[in-house]
């Protein structure tokens, strides 16, 4: 089984970002990703109502790293050090080698090929340092500009499956990516 260690909190650096460890100072940015009903749209997840709500869910990301279940990073401009949005590693399953990936960053830095640097970066580190055989991605079917982003870095599309989750009311459609470490290494 894959044994996962985070400690020390592994900083990555790509051309343009920094991934560092969430404070709790970044509170209100992660509060203005998630308060967002527009950015929220494709995902299944309830939308922040405070402040309060965002600090949890850093301590909750937070306690994961300690307890080397997941990960997620704070990404950063490396020219300015302004914090773009988090995006990580999840519903990891070490006996399996394989995890999930996901990201969300704030509308001002849409189109500037920030995720899909920072997908690469973190494809680097999963694959090469921790050593997993498979990433997942899962994304609503009308997300085209996610699409794209793991298209980009060499997913696949692995599934359409129609209606699998239901949450606000309605059943969500959930399209599966994924990448084996082989497919990765050949696209290096």
């Known amino acids: 089984m894959l044994q996962l260690n985070y400690n020390p909190f592994p900083e990555l650096v790509s051309e343009r970002l920094l991934f560092r460890k969430l404070k709790e100072t970044d509170a209100k940015e992660v509060f203005r990703l998630r308060s967002n009903p527009e950015r929220m749209k494709y995902i299944p997840r309830p939308v922040l ?3 309060e709500q965002a600090l949890d869910m850093i ?4 306690a994961k790293v300690e307890e080397n279940t997941d990960i997620n ?6 020219e300015t050090g302004n914090f773009i949005g988090f995006m990580g590693f999840y519903r990891t399953q ?3 080698y394989r995890t999930e990936i996901g990201y969300m ?3 001002q830095f849409d189109g500037k090929g920030y995720v899909t640097e920072a997908v690469a970066t ?3 580190f999963a694959f090469d340092v921790v050593q997993f055989h498979s990433i997942e991605a899962v994304i609503d079917p ?5 699409a794209r982003v793991l298209e980009k870095n ?3 599309k692995e599934g359409h499956f129609r209606e699998n989750g239901y949450f606000g009311g309605k059943f969500w459609d959930a399209v599966h990516y994924g990448l084996l470490k082989r497919e990765f290494l050949r696209e290096k």
Do not use: D, R
């Not at 301590?59 to 937070?62: A, C, G, S």
């Not at 990073?73 to 490396?78: D, L, S």
């Open 142 to 146: 009308e997300h085209i500009a996610s």
């Open 73 to 78: 990073w704070a990404v950063c401009e490396k």
């Open 94 to 96: 070490p006996e399996n």
């Open 105 to 107: 960053i704030l509308p």
């Open 49 to 51: 109502e405070t402040e």
């Open 122 to 124: 973190l494809l680097h």
């Open 59 to 62: 301590l909750m990301m937070n």
């Open 154 to 156: 060499g997913f696949k």
